[in-house]
């Protein structure tokens, strides 16, 4: 383009109109109507159609869309798809009514290099969309409209809260310490400064020293990190609003919680009422339920658990309900575990969850009526938390206790403190000075263009969420992952156990090849130009059984052998377990054949590598799956074909006729269910050959059969659904 003295990036355009505009002011022209009406604007090329003499491109800006025409002649070669044009034509209406404008000329602004998308607009995967967002904005105008209704949320958050006397402020991203909540920080190092600084995971002490100075009611919106797992309702970085209001309690967070919410929806959306990804609609008008988190607990459960309990009785509770615990933990610490674990999914409609237990609200104000709760709630909406907030404890000495109890009990547990103790420290001398009462209120703005935008995930409503880097993302495609999920997956222990992921060592490959082999010469021990006696066993113990003597089970061991390596690859206990009883099995019918020197000696060996490995073997059984006999049966037939093939290449000068690849594929598929041979065989082969292709064919049918009915015996579609799902949620799917 250059060389014919085109610049395929010019540095102006002067428009008159947009888009959008033209639309307005021509609403309705009659079909092959001109107005005479000279328009400039610009667009990106959408979709261009060619009909030789004539062509049609639509253009997009702003989410309005436009024709463009051009029959000039001569032919004006049209635009490609992608590129930004500058337009300059007549309004006009097509022959089938479309508003259009007929192109007198048009100038190239920016060239697109990369292939546009479908020009249907289906919209491309999560992944692409998530890391190339500005080609999803151009090729999806949804995606587009729930970033303006995000806009639109916040901005009616921000003014109702200034229509309420409420000042916005800014507080550190880094400090020394972080607080305000319980997650584990980012940390980072500042050069000049020579130490270590953290991104905050909540503005909230900042906030309170504020209220402490005077600035009686603040608010803030922006980011948090929290350096914890992702899933389809946690990204690492995400926006909260946080307020605070002296003189208040949670009541009145309580109503600003609502209306804020209110507002939000009706800024982006003109109505109250919502639609969740699952096709429910719910109605955000006020009033709101309101119930404590033990009546929750009781209403879906059954069960009583209050925060003044006795702690066996609450953990006896969590034990027949099939939740985990640990022994340190309070009664309220179990009560929120029962609620988060089959409560919170559970609560549609907007609902106000009061009444948190004291144990796990260490910022928080005792409740006047019921020491043992606090004055906190929770909004939850679509089963999924949208804010917090409290009546600040503001009693230092209280403060004081409350920050002492946590880190005990963390301590006792095992488990991370919320904020550091030189932090508790700042934030405890800051309230020496006086805090008057104040409400306090946090909203995950995320979550809630989530409900605002019928999105599924959080990355649909950030522009750039989180995601692994492209290097790492290219190394995870070319190269099998070596980390196994452990604990808490669907397993016989106990939910809510710590999350662990094991890195499968070399040693775990190196079996899973050993057992390969080692199975492959189990098979062909059976050949009897292949097999080697070491011990001459036959006459003290013969007559054998028939299926000892031909060695037919050595096929039957070799291929299961070859078939669990597989498994042994993916680091499976119970692909271990297994094939150390196929190896000792092995061994003691290599000894009572004689001892053939190759398949004993490797039995043997393998038999003690094995428990020298067996701590590098975790993963858990794969579930049922019917996907599993779709892609087992090709591995069996091909390891029974490579069997039948090598066994007839080493008897080759004792078959008649002569051996050829069709007769041989034929032999080994008649062999598999006893049908006659097309070959004739001599000596021990002749028994021994057509016996174990008719144990593999039994083995084949056995595996086959386990495969089809183990999803109908270990659980239905539906529960392996809701296992995955709880699955995708506590460990993230990216």
């Given at each position: 383009?250059?060389?014919?003295?085109?610049?395929?990036?010019?540095?102006?355009?002067?428009?008159?109109?947009?888009?959008?505009?033209?639309?307005?002011?021509?609403?309705?022209?009659?079909?092959?109507?001109?107005?005479?009406?000279?328009?400039?604007?610009?667009?990106?090329?959408?979709?261009?159609?060619?009909?030789?003499?004539?062509?049609?491109?639509?253009?997009?800006?702003?989410?309005?869309?436009?024709?463009?025409?051009?029959?000039?002649?001569?032919?004006?070669?049209?635009?490609?798809?992608?590129?930004?044009?500058?337009?300059?034509?007549?309004?006009?209406?097509?022959?089938?009514?479309?508003?259009?404008?007929?192109?007198?000329?048009?100038?190239?602004?920016?060239?697109?290099?990369?292939?546009?998308?479908?020009?249907?607009?289906?919209?491309?995967?999560?992944?692409?969309?998530?890391?190339?967002?500005?080609?999803?904005?151009?090729?999806?105008?949804?995606?587009?409209?729930?970033?303006?209704?995000?806009?639109?949320?916040?901005?009616?958050?921000?003014?109702?809260?200034?229509?309420?006397?409420?000042?916005?402020?800014?507080?550190?991203?880094?400090?020394?310490?972080?607080?305000?909540?319980?997650?584990?920080?980012?940390?980072?190092?500042?050069?000049?400064?020579?130490?270590?600084?953290?991104?905050?995971?909540?503005?909230?002490?900042?906030?309170?020293?504020?209220?402490?100075?005077?600035?009686?009611?603040?608010?803030?919106?922006?980011?948090?990190?929290?350096?914890?797992?992702?899933?389809?309702?946690?990204?690492?970085?995400?926006?909260?609003?946080?307020?605070?209001?002296?003189?208040?309690?949670?009541?009145?967070?309580?109503?600003?919680?609502?209306?804020?919410?209110?507002?939000?929806?009706?800024?982006?959306?003109?109505?109250?009422?919502?639609?969740?990804?699952?096709?429910?609609?719910?109605?955000?008008?006020?009033?709101?339920?309101?119930?404590?988190?033990?009546?929750?607990?009781?209403?879906?459960?059954?069960?009583?658990?209050?925060?003044?309990?006795?702690?066996?009785?609450?953990?006896?509770?969590?034990?027949?309900?099939?939740?985990?615990?640990?022994?340190?933990?309070?009664?309220?610490?179990?009560?929120?575990?029962?609620?988060?674990?089959?409560?919170?999914?559970?609560?549609?409609?907007?609902t106000i969850v009061t009444h948190h237990p004291v144990?796990?609200?260490?910022?928080?104000?005792?409740?006047?009526?019921?020491?043992?709760?606090?004055?906190?709630?929770?909004?939850?909406?679509?089963?999924?938390?949208?804010?917090?907030?409290?009546?600040?404890?503001?009693?230092?000495?209280?403060?004081?206790?409350?920050?002492?109890?946590?880190?005990?009990?963390?301590?006792?547990?095992?488990?991370?403190?919320?904020?550091?103790?030189?932090?508790?420290?700042?934030?405890?001398?800051?309230?020496?000075?006086?805090?008057?009462?104040?409400?306090?209120?946090?909203?995950?703005?995320?979550?809630?263009?989530?409900?605002?935008?019928?999105?599924?995930?959080?990355r649909d409503v950030i522009l750039f969420p989180t995601?692994?880097?492209?290097?790492?993302?290219?190394?995870?495609?070319?190269?099998?992952?070596?980390?196994?999920?452990?604990?808490?997956?669907?397993?016989?222990?106990?939910?809510?156990?710590?999350?662990?992921?094991?890195?499968?060592?070399?040693?775990?490959?190196?079996?899973?090849?050993?057992?390969?082999?080692?199975?492959?010469?189990?098979?062909?021990?059976?050949?009897?130009?292949?097999?080697?006696?070491?011990?001459?066993?036959?006459?003290?113990?013969?007559?054998?059984?028939?299926?000892?003597?031909?060695?037919?089970?050595?096929?039957?061991?070799?291929?299961?052998?070859?078939?669990?390596?597989?498994?042994?690859?993916?680091?499976?206990?119970?692909?271990?377990?297994?094939?150390?009883?196929?190896?000792?099995?092995?061994?003691?019918?290599?000894?009572?054949?004689?001892?053939?020197?190759?398949?004993?000696?490797?039995?043997?060996?393998?038999?003690?590598?094995?428990?020298?490995?067996?701590?590098?073997?975790?993963?858990?059984?794969?579930?049922?799956?019917?996907?599993?006999?779709?892609?087992?049966?090709?591995?069996?037939?091909?390891?029974?074909?490579?069997?039948?093939?090598?066994?007839?290449?080493?008897?080759?000068?004792?078959?008649?006729?002569?051996?050829?690849?069709?007769?041989?594929?034929?032999?080994?598929?008649?062999?598999?269910?006893?049908?006659?041979?097309?070959?004739?065989?001599?000596?021990?082969?002749?028994?021994?050959?057509?016996?174990?292709?008719?144990?593999?064919?039994?083995?084949?049918?056995?595996?086959?059969?386990?495969?089809?009915?183990?999803?109908?015996?270990?659980?239905?579609?539906?529960?392996?659904?809701?296992?995955?799902?709880?699955?995708?949620?506590?460990?993230?799917?990216?």
């Open positions: 383009m250059r060389c014919a003295g085109i610049d395929p990036y010019p540095a102006r355009f002067d428009s008159t109109i947009s888009i959008a505009q033209v639309r307005t002011r021509y609403p309705k022209l009659p079909a092959s109507a001109a107005t005479n009406d000279s328009v400039r604007f610009t667009g990106r090329v959408a979709l261009v159609r060619d009909h030789g003499g004539i062509w049609f491109a639509t253009l997009e800006s702003g989410g309005a869309t436009l024709q463009i025409l051009s029959e000039a002649s001569p032919r004006q070669e049209p635009p490609h798809r992608g590129d930004l044009i500058g337009v300059s034509g007549e309004v006009v209406s097509s022959a089938s009514g479309e508003l259009s404008v007929r192109v007198q000329g048009f100038e190239l602004l920016s060239t697109s290099l990369v292939s546009p998308g479908d020009k249907r607009g289906r919209p491309r995967p999560m992944e692409h969309r998530s890391r190339h967002r500005e080609a999803d904005l151009m090729e999806n105008l949804h995606s587009r409209s729930v970033f303006t209704r995000r806009s639109q949320a916040i901005s009616g958050i921000r003014v109702a809260l200034e229509a309420r006397g409420f000042l916005e402020v800014e507080t550190p991203v880094f400090a020394a310490d972080a607080g305000g909540a319980t997650a584990r920080p980012f940390v980072t190092r500042h050069n000049a400064l020579g130490q270590d600084l953290m991104m905050r995971i909540a503005p909230e002490l900042f906030l309170k020293r504020l209220v402490i100075g005077g600035m009686d009611r603040v608010f803030e919106l922006g980011r948090v990190f929290r350096n914890e797992g992702m899933s389809s309702k946690h990204n690492p970085e995400f926006t909260m609003l946080e307020v605070y209001q002296a003189y208040a309690d949670y009541t009145d967070m309580m109503e600003l919680a609502q209306h804020l919410v209110v507002e939000a929806a009706l800024a982006a959306l003109g109505s109250t009422v919502v639609q969740l990804p699952v096709g429910t609609q719910i109605d955000l008008a006020l009033p709101w339920r309101q119930a404590s988190m033990s009546e929750l607990v009781f209403e879906h459960t059954g069960e009583e658990i209050e925060a003044k309990m006795d702690p066996t009785e609450a953990q006896a509770a969590l034990g027949r309900l099939g939740i985990g615990y640990n022994q340190a933990w309070g009664a309220g610490k179990c009560l929120v575990a029962v609620f988060d674990d089959r409560v919170e999914a559970k609560l549609i409609a907007p144990e796990t609200s260490p910022l928080a104000r005792r409740c006047r009526s019921d020491p043992w709760v606090t004055e906190r709630f929770e909004l939850i909406v679509g089963g999924m938390e949208l804010a917090n907030a409290y009546s600040e404890l503001n009693d230092p000495v209280e403060q004081r206790e409350r920050f002492a109890h946590e880190r005990s009990s963390a301590d006792t547990a095992g488990e991370p403190t919320g904020v550091s103790s030189s932090l508790d420290q700042s934030y405890v001398e800051a309230l020496d000075r006086g805090l008057p009462p104040t409400g306090g209120l946090g909203i995950g703005i995320d979550r809630l263009v989530m409900l605002l935008t019928k999105s599924s995930s959080i995601m692994r880097s492209t290097q790492a993302a290219q190394q995870g495609t070319s190269r099998r992952s070596s980390l196994v999920p452990t604990a808490p997956l669907p397993t016989s222990a106990l939910a809510g156990a710590q999350v662990a992921a094991v890195r499968l060592s070399g040693l775990v490959r190196v079996v899973a090849l050993l057992t390969t082999i080692v199975g492959v010469l189990t098979m062909l021990s059976a050949v009897p130009a292949i097999s080697a006696r070491t011990l001459l066993l036959d006459e003290l113990i013969s007559p054998l059984p028939l299926v000892l003597d031909n060695a037919v089970l050595s096929v039957g061991i070799g291929s299961c052998m070859v078939l669990l390596s597989g498994q042994l690859l993916r680091g499976k206990r119970r692909a271990w377990s297994l094939a150390l009883v196929l190896f000792v099995l092995s061994a003691g019918f290599s000894l009572a054949r004689g001892g053939e020197a190759v398949a004993l000696t490797a039995s043997l060996t393998m038999i003690v590598i094995l428990l020298l490995t067996r701590n590098e073997f975790t993963g858990l059984a794969d579930p049922p799956s019917l996907i599993r006999v779709a892609r087992s049966i090709p591995r069996f037939l091909l390891l029974v074909y490579v069997y039948g093939l090598i066994a007839l290449w080493a008897q080759q000068g004792t078959l008649s006729p002569a051996i050829n690849l069709g007769d041989s594929l034929w032999a080994v598929t008649v062999g598999l269910v006893g049908g006659e041979q097309p070959y004739e065989y001599s000596g021990r082969f002749a028994k021994l050959f057509p016996a174990s292709l008719e144990v593999l064919g039994a083995v084949g049918l056995l595996l086959l059969l386990w495969l089809l009915l183990r999803p109908a015996v270990r659980g239905r579609v539906g529960e392996g659904r809701e296992r995955a799902a709880s699955m995708v949620e506590q460990f993230g799917w990216d």
